[in-house]
């Protein structure tokens, strides 16, 4: 199933969901 | 999931065109196909079997161009140029759109630099508006530009086909996913445990603390 | 007095045959309409106020008719007449409109559009004609000061079926989905506007400039993190100094959040969140795409 893997590969590209100095000293 | 459901229609229109010729007569739907501005994926495309039998006769180069707007960058365009028909411009365009998608399959961050260079663009506005017109309003990333650290923040990008061996990678990585969570919901788990415990001592000692209070208020008295 | 009423109207409609409508309001609104020596009926006062305020606004003059609206005002709410209520709601609508106050005079068309009645009176109420209060309703919208406040309407209408077989439709979606607008897609809409809603306003800019750049401007807020002044100037198509003026003047009336760094010739947008609620947001979108996956797999029998 071309389409859900495709979704899944999006999917996968979701996580970190924030990478930035701002957000990594909100998160501590 | 929008940019699937878009093409969904599109790539069965494709399909069903494509089963109906062979050889020669699959040289302009793969044109129309590479072309279009809302179709981002071409897997089943060349899974149709009239398209599998291009592969070894004199009209491979379609299927070539098919295989490379499946998984290819404009890089690698670019190192096959003599062996594939010159790109037209509307497949241009589809092809460092792609490029993008695949970019942003490794980072997240992508540097101004990097992206310039891969997409062959020679100017910090000409490669914003790039990315505005033709990827973020087209839907197949979602992002902020920030100037001062010369990068695309990618917060969502399209899938593009999977490249061959690229499952066990996906596989990995939810695997991944899966034992960090549980491991988290564990944690949790026992956090909670002793948040609870806590507050059991915590209410037993100030109760203890309570009854001493008063017997020593008693015995004063 | 009522000779004097008699000659007035016939003057007055002589006046309106040859299109001299300040002439014809002028000579209507010589009519002693609070006089204590015969009574007024109220609906008389009423559809006097309005027919002078309409003869202003064809010839553009939105202050003599903004009084004679004023004092039909106090009248209209007592008022069963539904023609008059119309017209009253008609030409209050066109008032603001002239007078720049785009987002009320909006909100107005966009009532007058959704009219059931096909006929109030002796007056017929065409679809034409609600398609043209609601095509007002939309480019007053546009023309309004971005922020919340348009955003919210925006909204509205575009949601609106109706608004998507205007031929303005498809700058509303543009605006809608806070797209940066084009210099061929702006010129096509200015193709649409009446006079006072192109004018030229003491900086120079006109009407629709502003609101064009303020929408931009907005635009860029979504899709940069920060973006220097001289890049914003060639974005928007204007100095990077006027681009950073109208920025702080948007900043300084909540119309758009960010921070201007005049040293370094930057400004900083600020998401409408903090960076933890925007975490928590993006996290959000994930489980629903999951979710979307599951429920495709589900559909196909995975």
């Known amino acids: 199933e071309n389409s859900l893997l495709r979704q899944v590969s999006s999917l996968l590209r979701r996580l970190p969901a924030i990478e930035s100095e701002r957000f990594q000293d909100d998160f501590l | 999931m929008d940019i699937e459901q878009k093409q969904a229609e599109i790539i069965d229109q494709f399909v069903k065109r494509a089963s109906t010729c062979k050889g020669e007569a699959l040289a302009p739907i793969v044109l129309e196909a590479t072309s279009n501005p809302s179709l981002f994926a071409f897997s089943e495309i060349l899974a149709v079997p009239s398209v599998a039998e291009l592969d070894g006769t004199s009209n491979s180069v379609y299927l070539d161009v098919l295989r490379l707007f499946a998984h290819g960058t404009w890089a690698d365009y670019k190192c096959i140029t003599g062996r594939i028909p010159e790109l037209v411009p509307d497949q241009v365009l589809k092809l460092k759109q792609l490029t993008v998608l695949t970019l942003a399959e490794t980072n997240k961050v992508l540097p101004y630099d990097s992206l310039m260079q891969e997409l062959d663009v020679t100017n910090v506005r000409e490669l914003e508006d790039f990315l505005i017109n033709e990827c973020m309003y087209a839907g197949i990333v979602r992002g902020k530009l920030d100037q001062l650290k010369r990068c695309f923040e990618v917060q969502f990008a399209a899938g593009r086909d999977l490249r061959p061996g690229q499952l066990g990678n996906m596989m990995l990585t939810l695997s991944n996913w899966l034992n960090t969570s549980e491991n988290l919901l564990v944690s949790i788990q026992e956090k909670i445990k002793w948040a609870d415990k806590m507050g059991e001592f915590e209410k037993k000692h100030r109760k203890e603390v309570e009854e001493r209070v008063e017997e020593v208020k008693k015995s004063l008295s | 007095e009522e000779q004097a009423l008699i000659i007035r109207e016939k003057l007055a409609d002589l006046y309106e045959s040859e299109q001299q409508w300040s002439k014809a309001a002028q000579m209507l609104s010589g009519i002693d309409l609070d006089s204590g020596m015969r009574a007024v009926d109220d609906n008389f006062k009423l559809s006097k106020c309005i027919q002078i305020a309409r003869l202003y606004l064809e010839d553009d003059d939105a202050v003599n008719a903004e009084a004679f609206i004023n004092k039909a005002s106090f009248l209209v709410s007592n008022s069963q007449n539904e023609v008059l209520n119309l017209q009253y709601k008609v030409c209050y609508a066109r008032i603001l409109d002239m007078k720049r106050k785009f987002l009320e005079a909006a909100l107005r068309y966009y009532d007058i559009s959704q009219i059931e009645k096909r006929q109030i009176g002796d007056e017929e109420i065409d679809e034409n004609a ?159 795409a999951l979710n979307d996956i599951l429920d495709g797999m589900a559909k196909k029998g995975l």
């Open chain 3, 130 to 288: 609600l398609e043209q209060a609601l095509s007002a309703a939309v480019t007053c919208t546009i023309l309004a000061g971005a922020g919340p406040q348009r955003s919210r309407v925006l909204a509205t209408l575009y949601k609106d079926e109706r608004c998507s077989k205007l031929k303005i439709y498809p700058i509303l979606q543009k605006v809608y989905l806070e797209r940066i607008l084009r210099k061929p897609e702006i010129d096509a809409f200015a193709e649409e506007l009446r006079p006072h809603q192109k004018a030229s306003l003491p900086d120079k800019f006109t009407v629709l400039d502003r609101a064009m750049i303020e929408h931009n401007l907005l635009s860029a807020s979504k899709l940069y993190t920060n973006i220097r002044f001289d890049e914003l100037g060639t974005l928007l198509g204007i100095d990077p100094q006027k681009a950073e003026k109208i920025a702080s003047k948007m900043i300084y009336e909540d119309r758009m959040r960010g921070s201007i760094d005049q040293v370094e010739a930057v400004i900083h947008f600020e998401d409408d969140t903090e960076e933890l609620q925007q975490w928590d947001h993006q996290i959000s979108g994930l489980c629903q």
